[in-house]
Nanobody, 123 residues
């Protein structure tokens, strides 16, 4: 069974850090693109970052550049999102997704989705 499972969300104060994990089971991520997306209440789901599992190339939304870092561990079949200098506007449910078309920030091109993990940035 193909499955993506996110973990690592939680409540953090502004300026704090969290590391999200996206673990895959039932398939190997080696030739996929993995994306992180987020959805805040009342807003559309938006792309945060993506990474190619084959060559490690990455992309980031302008709103998170310099604060978030995406990385991969092919041996663990896992992708991470290190989030630093968190802001209240980063509050959202964060989802990871896998695309057979490679790394892309286009939500519609993703084939498999996780269930999401809540990130809340508040004092």
């Amino acid at each position: 069974q193909v499955q993506l499972v996110e973990s690592g969300g939680g409540l953090v104060q502004p300026g704090g850090s969290l590391r999200l994990s996206c673990a895959a089971s039932g398939f190997t991520l080696d030739y996929y693109g993995i994306g992180w997306f987020r959805q805040a209440p009342g807003k559309e789901r938006e792309g945060v970052s993506c990474i190619s599992m084959s060559d490690g190339s990455t992309d980031y939304a302008d709103s998170v550049k310099g604060r978030f870092t995406i990385s991969r561990d092919n041996a663990k079949n896992t992708v991470y999102l290190q989030m630093n200098s968190l802001k209240p506007e980063d509050t959202a449910v964060y989802y990871c997704a896998a695309s057979v078309r490679g790394a892309t920030m286009l939500l519609a091109l993703y084939d498999y989705w996780g269930q999401g993990t809540q990130v809340t940035v508040s004092s």
